[in-house]
Nanobody
Framework: QGELVESGGGLVQAGGSLRLSCAASGSIFSASAMAWYRQAPGKQRELVASIISGGITNYAASVKGRFTISRDNAQNTVNLQMNSLKPEDTGVYYC?????????WGQGTQVTVSS
């Protein structure tokens, strides 16, 4: 059916940058909406950024101006460029796609920002 595989997480100091990638297989890359979520320890999963057909993007207030979501149609990836990282950005980052009414999730990639 298809799957999502995230990569690019790691450990970075506050103020640094990371770039996450979500590779989509099968037909789900043509999903009408793709997004990045994150989950910090002890907290609920929250929306970080989303992108829909036509390239319209949406960001959580906490990351606006620091993070950028984009699609690479040639590589079938959705990327999240994260700049000016803060310790509160720490968490597991998940890629999500919604395709024909079905929701797909990746396995997650850990992002740790040290102060």
């Amino acid at each position: 059916q298809g799957e999502l595989v995230e990569s690019g997480g790691g450990l970075v100091q506050a103020g640094g940058s990371l770039r996450l990638s979500c590779a989509a297989s099968g037909s789900i890359f043509s999903a009408s909406a793709m997004a990045w979520y994150r989950q910090a320890p002890g907290k609920q999963r929250e929306l970080v950024a989303s992108i829909i057909s036509g390239g319209i993007t949406n960001y959580a207030a906490s990351v606006k101006g620091r993070f950028t979501i984009s699609r690479d149609n040639a590589q079938n990836t959705v990327n999240l460029q994260m700049n000016s990282l803060k310790p509160e950005d720490t968490g597991v980052y998940y890629c999500k796609a919604v395709f024909l009414g079905t929701t797909y999730w990746g396995q997650g990639t850990q992002v740790t920002v040290s102060s």
